[in-house]
Protein backbone atom coordinates (compact mmCIF):
# COMPACT_ATOMS: atom_id res chain seq x y z
CA UNK A 1 0.00 0.00 0.00
CA UNK A 2 1.28 3.70 -0.96
CA UNK A 3 -0.72 6.17 1.15
CA UNK A 4 -0.61 9.82 -0.32
CA UNK A 5 -1.47 13.22 0.90
CA UNK A 6 -2.64 15.70 -1.68
CA UNK A 7 -2.12 19.28 -1.53
CA UNK A 8 1.91 20.29 -1.26
CA UNK A 9 2.65 16.67 -1.66
CA UNK A 10 1.07 15.87 -4.99
CA UNK A 11 -0.37 18.97 -5.72
CA UNK A 12 1.40 22.32 -5.48
CA UNK A 13 -1.26 24.25 -4.00
CA UNK A 14 -1.54 27.18 -2.29
CA UNK A 15 -3.77 27.83 1.20
CA UNK A 16 -2.02 30.45 2.89
CA UNK A 17 -4.37 33.05 2.54
CA UNK A 18 -7.95 33.64 2.22
CA UNK A 19 -7.47 34.82 -1.59
CA UNK A 20 -5.03 31.83 -2.39
CA UNK A 21 -7.95 29.59 -0.97
CA UNK A 22 -10.34 30.97 -3.17
CA UNK A 23 -8.12 31.01 -5.77
CA UNK A 24 -7.42 27.25 -5.42
CA UNK A 25 -11.35 26.43 -5.27
CA UNK A 26 -11.84 27.59 -8.62
CA UNK A 27 -9.44 26.04 -10.37
CA UNK A 28 -9.85 23.52 -13.15
CA UNK A 29 -7.99 20.25 -13.17
CA UNK A 30 -6.32 21.41 -15.68
CA UNK A 31 -5.42 24.23 -14.20
CA UNK A 32 -3.71 22.65 -10.84
CA UNK A 33 0.00 21.89 -11.34
CA UNK A 34 1.30 18.34 -9.75
CA UNK A 35 4.78 18.88 -7.49
CA UNK A 36 7.42 17.78 -10.36
CA UNK A 37 7.90 14.09 -9.97
CA UNK A 38 5.15 12.96 -8.37
CA UNK A 39 2.62 11.74 -11.12
CA UNK A 40 5.86 9.82 -12.83
CA UNK A 41 6.69 8.16 -9.13
CA UNK A 42 3.27 7.01 -8.72
CA UNK A 43 2.87 5.65 -12.24
CA UNK A 44 6.05 3.70 -11.24
CA UNK A 45 4.79 2.49 -8.51
CA UNK A 46 1.59 1.42 -9.61
CA UNK A 47 3.58 -0.52 -12.38
CA UNK A 48 6.17 -1.92 -10.15
CA UNK A 49 4.46 -4.94 -8.76
CA UNK A 50 2.17 -7.53 -10.38
CA UNK A 51 -1.97 -6.38 -11.76
CA UNK A 52 -3.17 -4.80 -8.51
CA UNK A 53 -0.56 -6.00 -6.03
CA UNK A 54 0.35 -2.30 -5.12
CA UNK A 55 -2.52 -0.17 -3.94
CA UNK A 56 -2.56 3.76 -4.47
CA UNK A 57 -4.63 5.46 -1.49
CA UNK A 58 -5.18 9.12 -1.38
CA UNK A 59 -6.02 10.46 1.96
CA UNK A 60 -6.17 14.60 1.75
CA UNK A 61 -7.73 17.07 3.61
CA UNK A 62 -9.52 18.62 0.59
CA UNK A 63 -13.28 19.25 1.09
CA UNK A 64 -14.86 16.61 -0.59
CA UNK A 65 -16.97 19.04 -2.93
CA UNK A 66 -13.48 19.17 -5.01
CA UNK A 67 -13.58 15.19 -5.86
CA UNK A 68 -14.56 15.56 -8.99
CA UNK A 69 -11.91 18.53 -9.99
CA UNK A 70 -9.32 16.43 -8.19
CA UNK A 71 -10.33 13.07 -9.72
CA UNK A 72 -10.00 14.18 -13.20
CA UNK A 73 -6.83 16.31 -12.48
CA UNK A 74 -5.39 12.42 -11.40
CA UNK A 75 -6.71 11.06 -15.09
CA UNK A 76 -4.83 13.82 -16.54
CA UNK A 77 -2.02 12.99 -15.30
CA UNK A 78 -2.20 9.10 -15.74
CA UNK A 79 -2.49 8.14 -12.26
CA UNK A 80 -4.52 5.74 -10.81
CA UNK A 81 -6.15 4.99 -7.51
CA UNK A 82 -7.78 2.53 -5.35
CA UNK A 83 -9.07 4.88 -2.70
CA UNK A 84 -9.51 8.83 -2.30
CA UNK A 85 -10.84 9.93 0.70
CA UNK A 86 -11.58 13.48 1.30
CA UNK A 87 -12.30 15.91 4.82
CA UNK A 88 -16.07 16.48 5.35
CA UNK A 89 -15.75 20.13 5.75
CA UNK A 90 -18.91 21.52 4.14
CA UNK A 91 -20.00 18.95 7.40
CA UNK A 92 -18.08 20.32 9.71
CA UNK A 93 -19.02 24.14 9.14
CA UNK A 94 -22.30 23.55 9.12
CA UNK A 95 -22.78 21.61 12.68
CA UNK A 96 -20.65 24.72 13.91
CA UNK A 97 -17.26 22.01 14.05
CA UNK A 98 -15.28 25.08 13.09
CA UNK A 99 -11.72 23.79 14.50
CA UNK A 100 -12.07 20.32 12.63
CA UNK A 101 -11.67 22.31 9.96
CA UNK A 102 -8.04 22.95 10.24
CA UNK A 103 -7.61 19.81 12.70
CA UNK A 104 -5.93 17.29 10.78
CA UNK A 105 -4.87 14.29 13.67
CA UNK A 106 -8.89 13.59 14.48
CA UNK A 107 -9.15 13.72 10.60
CA UNK A 108 -6.13 11.96 9.04
CA UNK A 109 -5.25 9.28 11.77
CA UNK A 110 -9.04 7.53 11.98
CA UNK A 111 -9.00 7.82 8.29
CA UNK A 112 -5.51 6.28 7.94
CA UNK A 113 -6.58 3.75 10.47
CA UNK A 114 -10.11 2.82 9.05
CA UNK A 115 -8.93 2.11 5.32
CA UNK A 116 -6.64 -0.25 6.58
CA UNK A 117 -9.87 -2.60 6.82
CA UNK A 118 -9.13 -6.01 6.41
CA UNK A 119 -5.94 -5.95 5.03
CA UNK A 120 -3.87 -8.00 5.99
CA UNK A 121 -1.33 -7.36 8.26
CA UNK A 122 1.75 -8.98 6.68
CA UNK A 123 1.05 -5.78 3.64
CA UNK A 124 3.61 -3.43 4.18
CA UNK A 125 2.84 0.42 4.04
CA UNK A 126 4.48 3.64 2.26
CA UNK A 127 2.97 7.06 3.20
CA UNK A 128 3.89 10.11 1.45
CA UNK A 129 3.42 13.73 2.84
CA UNK A 130 4.73 17.13 3.63
CA UNK A 131 5.98 19.44 5.80
CA UNK A 132 3.10 21.91 5.57
CA UNK A 133 1.45 20.35 8.60
CA UNK A 134 1.69 17.42 10.55
CA UNK A 135 2.37 14.36 8.56
CA UNK A 136 5.08 13.82 10.48
CA UNK A 137 3.32 13.39 13.61
CA UNK A 138 0.12 11.00 12.29
CA UNK A 139 2.02 8.67 10.05
CA UNK A 140 4.92 7.56 12.63
CA UNK A 141 1.80 7.60 15.59
CA UNK A 142 0.37 5.32 12.93
CA UNK A 143 2.87 3.32 12.31
CA UNK A 144 4.00 2.47 15.47
CA UNK A 145 -0.28 1.60 16.65
CA UNK A 146 0.56 -0.88 13.84
CA UNK A 147 3.99 -2.03 14.71
CA UNK A 148 2.45 -2.40 18.90
CA UNK A 149 4.95 -0.08 19.62
CA UNK A 150 2.24 2.70 20.84
CA UNK A 151 -0.98 1.20 22.21
CA UNK A 152 -4.50 2.52 21.99
CA UNK A 153 -4.27 3.56 25.58
CA UNK A 154 -1.13 5.29 25.04
CA UNK A 155 -3.13 6.77 22.00
CA UNK A 156 -6.09 8.08 24.65
CA UNK A 157 -3.76 10.10 27.10
CA UNK A 158 -1.76 12.10 23.90
CA UNK A 159 -5.05 12.33 22.22
CA UNK A 160 -6.64 14.42 25.56
CA UNK A 161 -3.83 17.02 24.97
CA UNK A 162 -5.09 18.45 21.91
CA UNK A 163 -8.29 19.58 23.43
CA UNK A 164 -10.56 18.59 20.73
CA UNK A 165 -14.03 17.45 20.74
CA UNK A 166 -14.08 14.19 23.15
CA UNK A 167 -16.42 12.04 20.45
CA UNK A 168 -13.93 12.24 17.80
CA UNK A 169 -11.04 11.00 20.34
CA UNK A 170 -13.04 8.33 20.79
CA UNK A 171 -13.28 7.09 17.29
CA UNK A 172 -9.81 7.63 16.63
CA UNK A 173 -9.06 5.38 20.15
CA UNK A 174 -11.80 2.37 19.43
CA UNK A 175 -10.58 1.93 15.42
CA UNK A 176 -6.61 2.09 17.36
CA UNK A 177 -8.02 -1.03 18.91
CA UNK A 178 -9.52 -2.74 16.34
CA UNK A 179 -6.08 -2.56 13.98
CA UNK A 180 -4.68 -5.78 12.92
CA UNK A 181 -1.21 -5.14 15.05
CA UNK A 182 1.82 -6.75 13.78
CA UNK A 183 1.66 -4.81 10.01
CA UNK A 184 4.89 -2.46 9.33
CA UNK A 185 5.03 1.08 7.76
CA UNK A 186 8.29 0.68 5.42
CA UNK A 187 9.14 4.09 5.06
CA UNK A 188 7.53 7.82 5.85
CA UNK A 189 8.69 10.21 2.80
CA UNK A 190 8.15 14.21 3.78
CA UNK A 191 8.56 16.35 0.82
CA UNK A 192 9.93 19.78 2.61
CA UNK A 193 7.92 21.67 0.40
CA UNK A 194 8.39 25.09 2.92
CA UNK A 195 12.23 23.74 2.67
CA UNK A 196 12.21 22.70 6.67
CA UNK A 197 15.63 21.72 7.44
CA UNK A 198 15.99 17.96 7.43
CA UNK A 199 17.44 18.02 10.93
CA UNK A 200 13.78 19.28 12.20
CA UNK A 201 12.83 15.48 11.61
CA UNK A 202 15.36 13.80 13.17
CA UNK A 203 13.05 13.27 15.98
CA UNK A 204 11.59 11.08 14.06
CA UNK A 205 13.84 8.53 13.53
CA UNK A 206 15.02 6.48 10.68
CA UNK A 207 11.86 5.64 9.44
CA UNK A 208 10.81 8.77 8.05
CA UNK A 209 13.00 10.30 5.33
CA UNK A 210 12.60 14.22 4.41
CA UNK A 211 12.90 14.56 0.77
CA UNK A 212 13.32 17.83 -1.23
CA UNK A 213 12.06 16.17 -4.53
CA UNK A 214 10.41 12.87 -5.84
CA UNK A 215 13.40 11.86 -7.26
CA UNK A 216 15.74 11.27 -3.99
CA UNK A 217 12.08 9.68 -2.84
CA UNK A 218 12.71 7.07 -5.95
CA UNK A 219 16.31 6.44 -5.42
CA UNK A 220 15.49 5.35 -1.24
CA UNK A 221 12.31 2.96 -2.88
CA UNK A 222 15.02 1.55 -5.06
CA UNK A 223 17.39 1.02 -2.32
CA UNK A 224 14.34 -0.86 -0.94
CA UNK A 225 13.75 -2.89 -3.94
CA UNK A 226 10.49 -0.98 -4.71
CA UNK A 227 11.34 0.51 -7.42
CA UNK A 228 14.08 -0.64 -10.51
CA UNK A 229 16.47 1.37 -11.79
CA UNK A 230 14.53 2.23 -15.25
CA UNK A 231 11.57 3.27 -13.24
CA UNK A 232 14.09 5.82 -11.36
CA UNK A 233 15.57 6.92 -14.14
CA UNK A 234 12.01 7.72 -15.76
CA UNK A 235 11.01 9.85 -12.71
CA UNK A 236 14.16 11.89 -13.56
CA UNK A 237 13.32 11.88 -17.45
CA UNK A 238 9.73 13.40 -15.87
CA UNK A 239 11.33 16.19 -14.03
CA UNK A 240 14.01 17.06 -16.59
CA UNK A 241 11.70 16.88 -19.37
CA UNK A 242 8.02 18.20 -17.97
CA UNK A 243 9.66 20.70 -15.22
CA UNK A 244 12.83 21.44 -16.44
CA UNK A 245 14.59 20.45 -13.46
CA UNK A 246 18.33 21.37 -13.87
CA UNK A 247 20.96 18.35 -13.78
CA UNK A 248 22.89 19.93 -11.24
CA UNK A 249 20.03 20.19 -8.41
CA UNK A 250 19.13 16.07 -9.08
CA UNK A 251 22.50 15.63 -8.32
CA UNK A 252 22.97 18.06 -5.43
CA UNK A 253 20.01 16.39 -4.36
CA UNK A 254 21.66 13.06 -4.53
CA UNK A 255 24.65 14.16 -2.38
CA UNK A 256 22.13 15.18 0.06
CA UNK A 257 21.24 11.85 0.55
CA UNK A 258 24.41 10.42 0.71
CA UNK A 259 25.35 12.51 3.34
CA UNK A 260 22.51 12.11 6.09
CA UNK A 261 22.93 8.73 5.53
CA UNK A 262 19.30 7.38 3.41
CA UNK A 263 20.96 5.80 0.39
CA UNK A 264 24.69 3.96 0.31
CA UNK A 265 27.57 4.86 -2.01
CA UNK A 266 27.36 0.78 -3.08
CA UNK A 267 24.01 1.26 -4.56
CA UNK A 268 24.48 4.85 -6.10
CA UNK A 269 27.29 3.70 -8.45
CA UNK A 270 25.34 0.58 -8.73
CA UNK A 271 22.73 2.80 -10.01
CA UNK A 272 24.64 5.23 -11.75
CA UNK A 273 25.59 2.56 -14.16
CA UNK A 274 22.33 1.34 -14.86
CA UNK A 275 21.44 4.47 -15.76
CA UNK A 276 24.55 5.09 -17.89
CA UNK A 277 23.16 1.95 -20.01
CA UNK A 278 19.66 2.43 -19.79
CA UNK A 279 20.03 6.21 -21.18
CA UNK A 280 19.93 4.83 -24.98
CA UNK A 281 16.33 3.50 -24.46
CA UNK A 282 14.60 6.43 -23.09
CA UNK A 283 11.38 7.21 -25.35
CA UNK A 284 12.59 11.52 -25.36
CA UNK A 285 13.50 14.17 -27.35
CA UNK A 286 17.45 13.93 -28.28
CA UNK A 287 17.76 17.13 -26.40
CA UNK A 288 16.90 16.05 -23.24
CA UNK A 289 18.76 12.67 -23.64
CA UNK A 290 21.72 14.88 -24.14
CA UNK A 291 21.12 16.54 -20.70
CA UNK A 292 20.59 13.72 -18.72
CA UNK A 293 23.40 11.94 -20.53
CA UNK A 294 25.42 14.01 -17.34
CA UNK A 295 23.76 12.64 -14.86
CA UNK A 296 25.41 9.06 -14.52
CA UNK A 297 28.48 10.78 -13.91
CA UNK A 298 27.35 12.99 -11.09
CA UNK A 299 26.01 10.28 -9.44
CA UNK A 300 29.33 8.50 -9.52
CA UNK A 301 30.28 11.77 -7.88
CA UNK A 302 28.13 11.87 -5.55
CA UNK A 303 29.55 8.23 -4.19
CA UNK A 304 32.09 10.02 -2.69
CA UNK A 305 30.35 12.32 -0.15
CA UNK A 306 31.30 11.78 3.21
CA UNK A 307 28.19 10.46 5.71
CA UNK A 308 27.96 13.16 8.26
CA UNK A 309 24.52 12.88 9.65
CA UNK A 310 23.06 9.30 9.80
CA UNK A 311 19.81 8.38 10.62
CA UNK A 312 19.16 6.91 14.35
CA UNK A 313 16.67 5.32 16.26
CA UNK A 314 14.37 7.24 18.50
CA UNK A 315 11.68 6.79 21.05
CA UNK A 316 9.32 9.74 19.59
CA UNK A 317 7.45 11.70 22.76
CA UNK A 318 4.15 11.89 21.20
CA UNK A 319 2.50 14.10 23.66
CA UNK A 320 4.99 16.57 22.86
CA UNK A 321 4.57 16.58 19.57
CA UNK A 322 0.66 16.63 19.63
CA UNK A 323 0.48 19.78 21.96
CA UNK A 324 2.81 21.31 19.79
CA UNK A 325 0.86 20.70 16.61
CA UNK A 326 -2.08 21.66 18.21
CA UNK A 327 -0.60 25.02 19.14
CA UNK A 328 0.46 25.91 15.78
CA UNK A 329 -2.89 24.82 14.24
CA UNK A 330 -4.45 27.36 16.81
CA UNK A 331 -2.24 29.84 16.22
Not at 138 to 166: C, E, F, M, N, Q
Not at 221 to 242: D, I, K, N, T, Y
Amino acid sequence: MFRWDLDKTYLQTDFDGVRALLRTAREKASQKRAVPGAAALLRELRAAGPAGAHRICFVSGSPRQMRTVLTEKLRLDGVEFDEFILKPNLSNLLRGRFRMMREQVHYKLPALLAGRGDVPAEVPETLFGDDAESDAVIYSLYADLLAGVATADDLSDWLKRTKLYPEDQHRVVELARKVRVGASVRQIFILLDRRSPPARFDPFGERLVPVYNYFQAALALLSQGLLAEPAALRVALAMVSHFDYAIDALANSVADLVRRGRVTAALLEATAQGFAEGLSSLDTVESVRERLAALPDRLFEACRTRVVHPPTPVAIDYAFWLAEGRNRSHK
